[in-house]
Every structure is written in structure tokens, then in C-alpha cells.
């Protein structure tokens, strides 16, 4: 269960917040794809044969609530409709402190971004424009309501 990177990142971290970030943790490694792990800016983050450009997903533990963040996320199916828009291309799945975590559903998130990676790898700059561009026409939409 224990990395050195994970054993670094909760070190840092708020007790209360600490149940979500292991169980967050144990589901994305219950993923079984030889993910590598690192802190960077601030999240513990997940790739594929060290490519932290990119990465596959990540932790961030803020007080009192978590995210796993997608880097690629809008590749997602989403079957649980639980993703929240971040960036153009990344969304999070956002947990407060005392929700239970579904480790299945996590895993499942997990190998599902882990399969993605590959059409993510291959196609970053188109998948980047398309999202720009439906991002930039749901704030259109929105500001002309």
C-alpha cells in the first residue's frame, strides 16, 4: 500500500482527510497497471512509465475533502455521472471528508483512464482543440441565458 511518495504526501496532509486519500490511494493501485507515483505541484499523482506530462490521475487533498483528477477525463465514459468539469480536458471526482469511497467504482475509473492513454498519447492536440472548443461554447450558452 505504502510508497514512498504516498508515505511523503500524507504526511502533509490534514487527519481528516487522511481515510480518503488512503482509500483513494489502495482503489487506484487496486487498478493493478504498474502506475508509477510522485508528488508534483502539490498532488500525488499517477503514470504510465514515468510520462508525467501525461499523467493518468491524481490525488489532491485539500481540508476536509479530496479529488481524484483525470488528466484526460472528458475521454471518460463517466457511467456514474460523477466527474466534474476542471480544465478543458481534466475533470475531478470530488469526496468530502466521512464519504464513503466506492473502491470498485474508482478502480474501474482508473483502468478505464489507463486504456485511454494510449488514444490520449496519439491525439493530444485534437482532444485538446475540441474540448477548448465545446468548453468555449457551454460559457457562450451560459452567459447568453
Not at 109 to 120: I, L
Amino acid at each position: 500500500m505504502g510508497s514512498a511518495a504516498f508515505d511523503a504526501y500524507v504526511a502533509g496532509i490534514e487527519p481528516r482527510t487522511l481515510p480518503l486519500v488512503t482509500a483513494l490511494h489502495a482503489a487506484v493501485e487496486a487498478a493493478g497497471a504498474g502506475l508509477d507515483v510522485a508528488i508534483k505541484y502539490r498532488l500525488l499523482m499517477y503514470a504510465l512509465g514515468a510520462d508525467w506530462r501525461h499523467w493518468v490521475c491524481a490525488i489532491d487533498a485539500r481540508p476536509g475533502r479530496a479529488s481524484l483528477k483525470f488528466l484526460y477525463g472528458v475521454l471518460l465514459e463517466d457511467a456514474g455521472r460523477v466527474l466534474r468539469p476542471g480544465t478543458s480536458v481534466l475533470m475531478s471526482w470530488d469526496f468530502a471528508a466521512g464519504d464513503s469511497i466506492d473502491s470498485g467504482a474508482v478502480t474501474a475509473y482508473v483502468r478505464e483512464a489507463v486504456a485511454r492513454y494510449p488514444e490520449y498519447r496519439a491525439n493530444t492536440a485534437v482532444i485538446l482543440a475540441t474540448s477548448r472548443a465545446a468548453a468555449a461554447a457551454r460559457g457562450r450558452r451560459r452567459t447568453s441565458r
